[in-house]
């Protein structure tokens, strides 16, 4: 019996919505990433964008637990030395409320590659509950 490798050819990626509110950051974030690089596919490669797309919803109301809501930092580098600046969670919420959970989506992807990049195009993030992707038709995940 011949091993078969899927190529992005063979992927037919479909279009899921999931509603953010409520759910914890890590556990929604590995759920997405395995969306997102093709996990739950029987013709899964690790080498090739087998994913599907993922439209997100109430992004800013995504769940942390225990005091990571204080305690919790992102660390920033502007290049200069010295220059190095810490954000909280409190932070993002009011200014970015999307970077919570793309940030901890990427974390899951594979590291500094163009096929993690490529990957992240098909997460799309809306803090509210409108989004421009009515006509994809997405199907609820319940997961």
Same mark, same amino acid.
């Given at each position: $019996?011949? /091993?078969?490798?899927?190529?992005?050819?063979?992927?037919?990626?479909?279009?899921?919505?999931?509603? *953010?509110?409520?759910?914890?950051?890590?556990?929604? *974030?590995?759920?997405? %990433?395995?969306?997102?690089?093709?996990?739950?596919?029987?013709?899964?490669?690790?080498?090739?964008? $087998?994913?599907?797309?993922?439209?997100?919803?109430?992004?800013?109301?995504?769940?942390? /637990?225990?005091?990571?809501? &204080?305690?919790?930092?992102?660390?920033?580098?502007?290049?200069?030395?010295?220059?190095?600046?810490?954000?909280?969670? *409190?932070?993002?919420?009011?200014?970015?409320?999307?970077?919570?959970? &793309?940030? %901890?989506?990427?974390?899951?992807?594979?590291?500094?590659?163009?096929?993690?990049?490529? $990957? $992240? /195009?098909?997460?799309?993030?809306?803090?509210?509950? &409108?989004?421009?992707?009515? %006509?994809?038709?997405?199907?609820?995940?319940?997961?």
């Amino acid at each position: $019996m011949k /091993t078969t490798f899927g190529t992005k050819q063979d992927a037919k990626p479909d279009w899921y919505l999931v509603d *953010a509110s409520g759910l914890v950051l890590g556990r929604l *974030a590995v759920k997405l %990433a395995n969306l997102i690089r093709g996990r739950h596919k029987p013709i899964y490669t690790p080498h090739a964008d $087998m994913g599907d797309y993922v439209v997100v919803i109430n992004a800013d109301k995504v769940l942390l /637990t225990g005091k990571k809501e &204080e305690r919790k930092s992102y660390m920033f580098h502007t290049g200069y030395f010295g220059n190095e600046y810490y954000r909280n969670p *409190a932070y993002f919420r009011g200014h970015r409320p999307e970077f919570i959970l &793309e940030h %901890a989506v990427r974390g899951m992807l594979p590291k500094k590659s163009s096929l993690a990049r490529s $990957m $992240m /195009t098909k997460l799309k993030l809306y803090a509210g509950t &409108e989004h421009p992707h009515e %006509a994809q038709n997405p199907i609820p995940f319940k997961g």
